[in-house]
């Protein structure tokens, strides 16, 4: 009677395998849209909010300019008389330089904290990248050729006279288990 190699277990790696490889499906894109996200902040400061608040300061500094020589022109021919709108003109147009110049400084500090927040954690996902571009693959590799091999042991018949579960070796008859050198002298 024939019996077969006890493997268990091949079923557990093969469901260990199917979640890896879920898992890396699932991972790989969530780890591609953190990245890209951080990248974007990054970009929207750098080409976009810092080249708007620079030319916002241009244009209200030249506003800023323009309302305080027109105040300057209305002193001179005036005689010192001056119209509370024109006044009121270069108080605008200062509070507007003063508030682009306030956002510029805290787009300044927005950036290195943002890079001193973001970068660790960039590190951290360049390293979970690496995982799961070169790690998990392997992994995935090995855990395929120990299900082949474990397959194919599990396949194996027992011989059918073994004794124990083990091969009988070339001295030992696959009857009696007993040496042959053994049966000649009885």
Not at 3 to 31: C, D, G, H, N
């Amino acid at each position: 009677m024939s019996q077969r190699a006890k493997i268990t277990s091949v079923e557990a790696i093969q469901a260990f395998r199917t979640k890896l490889l879920i898992y890396l499906s699932k991972a790989r894109p969530a780890l591609e849209e953190a990245s890209s996200e951080v990248m974007r902040v990054r970009v929207w400061m750098e080409m976009e909010k810092r080249p708007y608040w620079m030319k916002q300061f241009l244009v209200r500094s030249q506003r800023l300019e323009e309302a305080e020589s027109v105040l300057f022109a209305a002193r001179l021919s005036s005689v010192g008389k001056v119209s509370a709108a024109q006044q009121g003109a270069v108080q605008k147009a200062r509070a507007a330089v003063t508030e682009a110049e306030e956002k510029l400084r805290g787009l300044g500090r927005w950036q290195r904290d943002y890079e001193k927040s973001t970068g660790p954690l960039l590190k951290q996902l360049e390293k979970l990248d690496n995982l799961l571009a070169l790690d998990i693959p392997n992994a995935v590799a090995y855990l395929n050729e120990a299900i082949d091999t474990l397959q194919k042991y599990a396949d194996l018949e027992v011989p059918s006279g073994s004794i124990n579960g083990s091969a009988p070796s070339g001295s030992e008859t696959a009857e009696t288990g007993v040496p042959e050198a053994g049966k000649e002298k009885a």
